[in-house]
Each structure stands twice: as C-alpha cells, then as structure tokens.
Nanobody
C-alpha cells in the first residue's frame, strides 16, 4: 500500500514557475513508476509526466514538454514536478500517482494504482 500526499501548489502569474512535490509512504516506492495527471474544470483528467522506477527515463505530455521537469528521490520517497513558463491553460488540480506502465517503443501508457488527493495550481494571465 502506498499513500501519496502532494504539496506546493498555489497561484502564479503566467510565465512564472512553480514546483509541486509528492511524498509517498510505503515500502515499495522505489519499485513504482511515479507521475502526475491534472484536471482542469470541465475537462477530463490528462496525463502530464511520469518517471520510471529507476529514475532513468521520463515521459511528458506534448503540452508540457520542454517546460515541465519530473524527478524523483527514492531515498526521500518523493517525486517532484518543476513547472516553468506557465500558461493559463496549465491551471488545474495536479494529482500524483504511483503505478506501472505499458511501454511500446516510445509510446508510454501509465497504469496508476495509487493516487494522491491533488493540489491546485492556478496560473493567472
């Protein structure tokens, strides 16, 4: 069992930067992929970024590629999402997850097993 708690959301102006983190409790954190989804009001939840269990590979949605960076510290059981050049369309509740994946070539499909409660990120224009 893994419990996930996000922190670091808030309000930022467009063009600014913000980091969110997700602290995990549980014995097998390092064995899971970790990642982030987000959900804006009136929209479906969408994949944002993921990092494999070893931390050796990362995957990003096209909409955030080049602006967001995901990282993890297995010793601290924490995954981070650094967001730069934020846009109003990045406004959403950001939720971290722990789980597996299906990888075919360069195509990554997350398979979340555990979810955090989410943290609000609001980008003002």
């Amino acid at each position: 069992q893994v419990q996930l708690v996000e922190s670091g959301g808030g309000l930022v102006q467009a063009g600014g930067s913000l980091s969110v983190s997700c602290a995990a409790s549980g014995r097998f954190f390092s064995g899971y992929d970790m990642g982030w989804f987000r959900q804006a009001p009136g929209k479906e939840r969408e994949f944002v970024a993921a990092i494999v269990s070893s931390g050796g590979r990362t995957y990003y949605a096209d909409s955030v590629k080049g602006r967001f960076t995901i990282s993890r510290d297995n010793a601290e059981n924490t995954v981070y999402l650094q967001m730069t050049s934020l846009k109003s369309e990045d406004t959403a509740v950001y939720s971290c997850y722990a789980g597996g994946d299906v990888i075919r070539g360069s195509n990554y499909s997350p398979r979340p097993n555990y979810w955090g409660q989410g943290t609000q990120v609001t980008v003002s224009s």
